[in-house]
Nanobody
Framework: QVQLVESGGGSVQAGGSLRLSCAVS????????MGWFRQAPDKEREGVAG?????????YYADSVKDRFTISQDNAKKMMYLQMNNLEPEDTAVYYC????????????????????WGQGTQVTVSS
């Protein structure tokens, strides 16, 4: 059973930056596809960015975060990160780390049903 723990959320003003971290534990010998999702109040959970934990093509960004967010991983430390720059109030949400065994259709938006494991979430609040 893979366990995921997020950290790094907080409150910032618009234009600020935050870095989210996801620690992966109890990891089995598979190349997990890792993703960051977010969910704002009264909205569906949406995929923000994705990456293979142990390398490979398939980095994904939602259009809403391209050129502002950067996903990365350190497989030696079993960590995944999301560097968020130039934050906007619309980025306010609970951010979740997720892991699955497949990417789904390459280039397509991330789907929650493709991810088997989820973290507990971390709040990001951006004020104007």
């Amino acid at each position: 059973q893979v366990q995921l723990v997020e950290s790094g959320g907080g409150s910032v003003q618009a234009g600020g930056s935050l870095r989210l971290s996801c620690a992966v534990s109890r990891y089995a010998a598979h190349n997990l596809y890792m993703g960051w999702f977010r969910q704002a109040p009264d909205k569906e959970r949406e995929g923000v960015a994705g990456i293979w934990m142990y390398g490979g093509d398939g980095i994904y960004y939602a259009d809403s975060v391209k050129d502002r967010f950067t996903i990365s991983q350190d497989n030696a430390k079993k960590m995944m990160y999301l560097q968020m720059n130039n934050l906007e109030p619309e980025d306010t949400a609970v951010y979740y780390c997720a892991a699955g065994f497949s990417r789904g259709r390459p280039g397509a938006p991330l789907r929650t049903q493709d991810f088997n494991y989820w973290g507990q979430g971390t709040q990001v609040t951006v004020s104007s």
